[in-house]
């Protein structure tokens, strides 16, 4: 481990920009750099209390048409030229691509992602925060029997692009957000739902409200019973749908298309779901989970409508996927960190309100109301779009809910599932996962129960 | 990686707000990724993790902090911060800056890299990819190979207040290979990933051909596969990564993590029969050469074996510091963290159910209509509920004890608590299998394991 001294990600960007030139190296530099805090309280303590400061850049070089990558955290000179040496001895691995280069893109939008910030924010004021929520939850019910996990949390950052093309972006983002997951009991039952908050502005943060909401959800867990086995009408609430795609996402990255991994090509044009269905990625919203003025490669963002009145529109690109398909990037280049090398992912995906207020939606309906689906990492597969998941939910007789069902699964393809949508909801539902969608109907549902 | 009077400065510096204990973790870690898809070399890259995290802790309250500036200046800045983080640095006490006793962990490793990765070419590693893209390409209707290859040298040191003075070099190398079969617009996926806690020596014993056959026969095998049923039925599963079901479904709330906020249905169940008497499990941190072994966990402490259940009566919970300080139990050796960024937690290592009486064929005669889940995907829990649920990769309907059509689509759903109860057949072919598990404290290598189990009862997610 060398304790040398650390630059700074700019002065990194510029020595190795430098360097690259010197030695006649097509480059891109991809920057990162965060502080955070985050509180966690447990039984009316903080239990743990975390202060967060990385940094870290990652490159990527041109050498006779193929792409090399490598990163580095250690931002000492010597470790920056390792890494640029890394990038090229990987570049000279790999196949050659037609098309590949480095664009000096046009100017992003205007974006302020960073609000009023967090420096009239004490520590003292975001610990509170923590406490509050787990006061709040914990004496919200007398069946709450403990709040495992629960918390605050904050995030300053910056990033920055550039290449030896002439690109230099940099932007900065703020959030705050908190988060609880009470666990209720009764009559032997546990059951645990979580609820959060997300804001740009730690003045609009209601632990209190989170908390009831959570605490609520929850307790409307209790008394569940035995889910029966089969297929029936549902509703899906707008959470659940979030989840779901979230999962398929991939079905619409240009560079899942190329490779044969997704159950969409070819299909640009066709109708893929029902005419109620629009589906649309938008990066520009400042409330945005995943927004962004522009992204891993420095293409300004603007927003991508994937599917418009059921027919496929579009899938989302990078400069290299897009030059492959012979079409222009979308602006989806994504890194997950530093660690990885250029992909292809969305930003803030929304499937667009329709006109169904929520009553009507679930008018007449015996079946079921389906809250939410876990254990997506295996049990989703976007290759071909099915799934058999573990799902949380209720049964409705007559389109009144008669009571919560015990642990269920529900299987079936994500297409199908958007081709049967009968009616959608009037109403948007944000998630964790940036993706944002109503309440919508089905025709058909297969679950597993008893 | 840092000197000691550096170390030992730090720490104090840290514990000037009157913390009980302070652990320096330092890292430095390089990494190499490489993917072929289509016998193409499509990514290479790779790089160096780099930092340090400081936590304090203050009775059961843990305060942590980490930065990239690992130089003298960076280090004591953050010693300033941590101690500042609290609220006020009050009583100091400077008793030993810089003169702390430290004391090496004295913990051989329990397994030194023959062929050490980072002294092998990467055109090497590429001919391993090569090899097993060449057993699973065009093999039965497989269209589409994706090879990827991972290794990972984590160099950490770790030093406390208590004196404790441990490095490590940890070792993991990882070949994953991913086939998709098609037959017009049937299509189906199989994937196999074996790795360890070695060198490329590793690919001696998991040949890149048995890999990328194995990738490439489950593919195959699911291709013209019906969907599975939905309901509850009796089910056998497979050894090797089958025992991803124990791992999610127990593995998870006997970490102190969960028992400590009384999020685990176990916690008050120590010494009391919570699974059928065949059921043995053990975690264990000390198999040389496995993907979850730790020569020493992240908090300095060599690796121990824990029996967790024996003959179905709980014996242990996996314990770090902090789950020893509010539990009382004593530490395992099971504090492990993802990188510098976490602090520690307890975690599992190599997790399995220990080998039983019968045969897999044994297993199987017995179930009149049920499923046999030879190679399972990957699962998760809620812990609170102890509801959990897993994939199904490679199935089967049993029909009068015999395997019979293959099936897609199955999940396997239910509750730890219940189900540890149903297993009522163990059979004698205990194997691990490696997957990455993601918690409190990052996402770590873990070995799952058993030999062929069944299952009397449980809920199956299908659509048939």
Redesign the interface.
């Known amino acids: 481990m060398t304790q040398t001294e650390q630059l700074s990600i700019a002065d990194a960007r510029a020595y190795l920009l430098d360097r690259a030139r010197e030695r006649g190296v097509t480059l891109e530099v991809y920057g990162e750099r965060g502080t955070s805090t985050s509180v966690e309280a447990f039984g009316g303590e903080v239990s743990e209390f975390k202060l967060e400061a990385r940094q870290g850049v990652a490159l990527r070089v041109l050498v006779k048409g193929a792409w090399g990558h490598s990163f580095t955290e250690n931002l000492s000179r010597p470790a920056l030229d390792r890494a640029l040496d890394s990038a090229i001895e990987n570049a000279e691995l790999v196949a050659p691509e037609p098309g590949a280069g480095l664009v000096a893109w046009p100017e992003p939008p205007a974006l302020d992602l960073y609000g009023e910030g967090l420096s009239g924010v004490s520590v003292e004021q975001k610990v509170q925060v923590a406490l509050d929520l787990d006061r709040a939850a914990r004496e919200a019910d007398p069946r709450v029997v403990s709040v495992p996990y629960g918390g605050y949390q904050d995030s300053d950052s910056q990033r920055l692009v550039g290449n030896t093309a002439g690109l230099s972006r940099e932007a900065r983002q703020l959030y705050a957000l908190h988060y609880t997951a009470p666990l209720v009991s009764e009559g032997g039952q546990n059951k645990m739902k979580p609820d959060w908050q997300f804001t740009r502005e730690f003045t609009e943060l209601d632990p209190t409200r989170t908390a009831l909401s959570a605490v609520e959800k929850a307790l409307a867990l209790l008394g569940a019973r035995p889910a029966p086995s089969g297929t029936f009408p549902a509703v899906i609430s707008g959470e659940c749908l979030a989840e779901l795609l979230a999962l398929f996402a991939g079905m619409f990255s240009g560079k899942m298309v190329e490779e044969g991994k997704s159950p969409l090509a070819g299909r640009l044009g066709e109708p893929v779901a029902s005419p109620l269905v629009t589906l649309r990625d938008d990066p520009t919203p400042v409330r945005g989970l995943n927004s962004r003025a522009f992204d891993a490669e420095g293409c300004p963002s603007v927003p991508l409508t994937l599917i418009e009145g059921g027919r496929l529109s579009a899938f989302m690109h990078n400069a290299q996927t897009a030059a492959r398909a012979g079409t222009v990037s979308t602006g989806h280049a994504a890194r997950q960190g530093l660690q990885g090398t250029v992909g292809v992912a969305p930003s803030n995906l929304i499937l667009q309100a329709g006109d169904t207020d929520a009553a009507a939606l679930a008018s007449g309906l015996t079946g079921v109301r389906l809250t939410g689906v876990s254990g997506g990492h295996a049990g989703a597969n976007p290759i071909t779009g099915d799934f058999s998941l573990q799902a949380e939910g209720f049964w409705l007789e007559d389109g009144v809910t008669a009571y919560p069902l015990e642990v269920f699964t529900v299987a079936g393809n994500i297409l199908d599932l958007l081709a049967g949508i009968e009616a959608v909801g009037n109403e948007l539902h944000d998630t964790p996962d940036a993706v944002s969608a109503p309440d919508v109907r089905v025709g058909a549902l297969a679950i597993g129960g008893a | 990686?840092?000197s000691q009077t550096l170390a030992a400065e730090v720490l104090s510096l840290a514990r000037r707000g009157g913390a009980d204990f302070a652990e320096l973790f330092?890292e430095?870690t390089l990494?190499t990724?490489?993917r072929l898809?289509q016998g193409?070399?499509?990514?290479?890259?790779?790089?160096?993790?780099?930092?340090a995290g400081l936590r304090l802790l203050y009775g059961?309250?843990?305060?942590?902090?980490?930065?990239?500036?690992?130089?003298?200046t960076?280090l004591r800045d953050l010693a300033d911060?941590?101690a500042r983080?609290?609220?006020g640095a009050g009583e100091t006490t400077r008793e030993g800056t810089g003169g702390l006793d430290f004391r090496r962990v004295d913990a051989a490793p329990l397994y030194v890299a023959r062929e050490h990765p980072l002294h092998a070419a990467?055109?090497d590693k590429?001919a391993l990819m090569r090899r097993a893209h060449g057993a699973a390409a065009g093999v039965g209707d497989v269209?589409?190979v994706?090879v990827n290859y991972l290794d990972r040298v984590q160099?950490v040191?770790i030093a406390n207040s208590e004196g404790v003075w441990a490095e490590d070099e940890r070792v993991w190398t990882r070949l994953t290979v991913s086939a998709?079969a098609?037959d017009g617009t049937l299509?189906?996926?199989g994937s196999y990933g074996p790795g360890a806690g070695q060198g490329l020596e590793f690919f001696e014993t998991a040949t890149p051909e048995q890999i990328g056959a194995e990738a490439a026969r489950i593919a195959n095998a699911m291709l013209r596969a019906g969907?599975?049923?939905?309901?509850?039925l009796p089910v056998v599963i497979g050894n090797e990564f089958g025992g991803v079901i124990f791992h999610e479904a127990c593995g998870h709330i006997l970490e102190t993590t969960?028992v400590e906020?009384?999020?685990s249905?176990f916690a008050d169940k120590l010494g009391e029969k919570i699974a059928h008497e065949s059921v043995t499990a053990i975690d264990d941190g000390t198999i040389p050469g496995a993907w979850g072994m730790v020569t020493v966990d992240d908090e300095g402490m060599p690796g121990e074996r824990t029996v967790l259940i024996e003959k179905g009566v709980l014996k242990s919970f996996m314990v770090d510091r902090v789950g020893s300080l509010k539990t009382g139990y004593a530490r395992t050796g099971s504090g492990r963290r993802q990188n510098y960024?976490f602090?520690p937690a307890s975690r599992m290592r190599s997790t399995f159910i220990d080998n039983g009486q019968e045969t897999p064929e044994s297993l199987i005669s017995g179930v009149k209509r049920g499923i046999y889940a030879r190679k399972m995907?990957?699962?998760?829990v809620?812990?609170?509920?102890?509801?959990?649920?897993?994939?199904v990769q490679e199935a089967y309907m049993i029909r009068d004890g015999q395997v019979a059509e293959p099936l897609?689509?199955?999940?396997l759903?239910?509750?730890g608590a219940q189900d540890l109860r149903n297993i009522v057949g163990v059979a004698g072919d205990l194997a691990l299998g490696q997957g990455m598990c993601g918690s409190v404290s990052g996402s770590l290598p873990t070995d799952v394991g058993q030999p062929h189990i069944l299952i009397s009862e449980i809920?199956?997610?299908?659509?048939a």
């Not at chain 2, 809620?382 to 994939?391: I, M, Q, V």
């Not at chain 2, 897609?408 to 999940?411: D, I, T, Y």
């Open positions: 990686m840092l330092a430095d990494t990724t490489l898809h193409e070399v499509k990514d290479a890259g790779g790089g160096n993790l780099f930092g059961t309250r843990v305060v942590y902090a980490y930065t990239n500036d690992v130089t003298p960076g911060q941590v983080a609290r609220g990467k055109r590429l269209k589409t994706d160099r040191l998709i098609q299509r189906e996926t969907y599975a049923p939905a309901g509850k969960a906020k009384n999020a249905v960024t602090a995907g990957g699962g998760s809620t812990p609170g509920t102890g509801d959990y649920n897993f994939a897609k689509g199955a999940s759903v239910g509750n809920t199956v997610g299908g659509r």
